[in-house]
């Protein structure tokens, strides 16, 4: 049976954008330009803008832009870079593209974020970074994070793929650290028809080596000065990212209103909902409730035609890649714990009050 609400629904947009959608990309289409054109030049000007910083270079994905941002702030390796125990594995992957060590610590249980507590201790002197992730759009604890960095002289590299135009005291996400790193994977706040990713700082010298890296480390044409990679995002994309970006703030203000009227599960015991600090401004790219019960609960919900998802039933230290780091189970109490517990309920800015009250309804129906 299809489910009766997805999880997210990537067309829901198209009676809004969907006539400029096809404009642009016929735009683009017509032009002869693919890469490296005017759409990402100036795509890379209004995001930057967006985040309040004074750079912007767009990249081929997420993950390529949280390595890029770390290899230009000089992370290689021998260096270890501090991530939190709970969040996407690409986080700890791009650290291991680099060369660098991922050294995990444990996260807030509320806010599934990394503890600050943590990081202090997990600081040693082979420490040259931290990189914290704005998980589930909720922006990350950054003036302990700031602290910490300046006065152990850290890079501080943001994940903020799940967090387009989310606040932390008022300011955006992208621009609190060294860099800030961003996904338009397509179901993320701010999506593209495929792959692409940005970095955003105020740091000219960081950006000019991101803008070298991504495309083979060559500054003129066939001059290279280093080791780059192909990762660029493409006119393509650049233009669809054009389209969405101004709805991006309505969409965020939808997703929060969902957030709120999902809130009505604060009357069920069961659940657990997650906790906003007062200096966090959200954007909900995920709604993760916390239940003992998890597995019956999204099974009872899957009966009911709602889709749910995990994220993310298998952590980073638990997994292949990272076996030989040795951190087994127990290691990271906090997080090991969200990902027995957590559930994604449907989020996207189209899903309506009717459908959330239903889904939040089916959730408590079962306690
Ligand atoms: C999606 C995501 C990434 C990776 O982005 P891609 O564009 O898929 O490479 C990195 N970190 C987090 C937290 C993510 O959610």
Redesign the pocket.
């Known amino acids: 049976m299809a489910a009766t609400i997805p999880f997210i629904d990537l067309l829901a947009d198209r009676a809004e954008i969907g006539a400029e959608l096809e404009s642009a990309v016929a735009r683009v289409v017509a032009s002869g330009h693919y890469l490296l054109g005017p759409e990402l030049e100036q795509f890379e000007r209004e995001f930057a803008d967006y985040c309040s910083t004074r750079y912007c270079v767009g990249v081929g ?4 832009a ?1 390595e890029l941002a770390l290899q230009a702030a000089g992370i290689g390796p021998g260096d270890e870079v501090i991530v939190p125990a709970y ?2 594995i ?2 700890w992957l791009a650290v291991t593209r680099t060369g660098a060590t991922p050294v995990p610590v444990d996260v807030e249980q509320g806010t599934f974020n990394i503890d600050a507590a943590a990081i202090a201790a997990a600081i040693s002197p082979q420490t040259a970074a931290i990189v914290p ?1 704005h ?1 589930r759009g909720e922006p990350a604890d950054m003036d302990a994070i700031a602290a910490l960095a300046e006065s152990h002289g850290l890079a501080v590299v943001e ?1 903020a ?2 967090a387009h135009g989310a606040r932390h005291r008022g300011r955006r996400v992208g621009g609190l650290g060294s860099a800030g790193a961003f ?3 397509p179901s ?1 706040n701010l999506g593209t028809f495929g ?3 940005a970095v955003t700082t105020d740091d000219e010298e960081l950006a000019g080596r991101v803008r070298l890296l991504r495309n083979y480390g060559m500054k003129n044409r066939y001059e290279i000065e280093a080791a780059g990679v192909n990762s660029r995002l493409g006119e393509l994309q650049a233009a669809i990212l054009r389209v969405k970006l101004p709805h991006l703030d309505g969409w965020n203000a939808a997703r929060g209103r969902l957030a709120e009227r999902y809130r009505a599960l604060e009357a069920d015991t069961e659940t657990t909902l997650p906790r906003v600090p007062s200096w966090a401004e959200p954007v909900w790219h995920l709604f993760v409730i916390n239940r003992g019960d998890r597995d019956a609960c999204a099974e009872r919900l899957r009966d009911r035609g709602i889709e749910t998802l995990v994220h993310y039933p298998l952590l980073p230290h638990l997994a292949p890649p990272y076996r030989d780091l040795g951190w087994g189970r127990g290691s990271f109490p906090a997080a090991e714990a969200l990902a027995d517990s957590v559930l994604s309920l449907p989020m996207y800015p189209q899903l309506g009050p009717d459908r959330c009250d239903e889904i939040a309804a089916a959730v408590a129906a079962g306690s």
């Not at 994905?61 to 390529?64: A, E, F, K, Q």
């Open positions: 994905s997420g993950l390529s949280i969040t996407w690409a986080t992730v998980l994940d793929a799940q996904s338009f994977y993320k792959d692409g990713g």
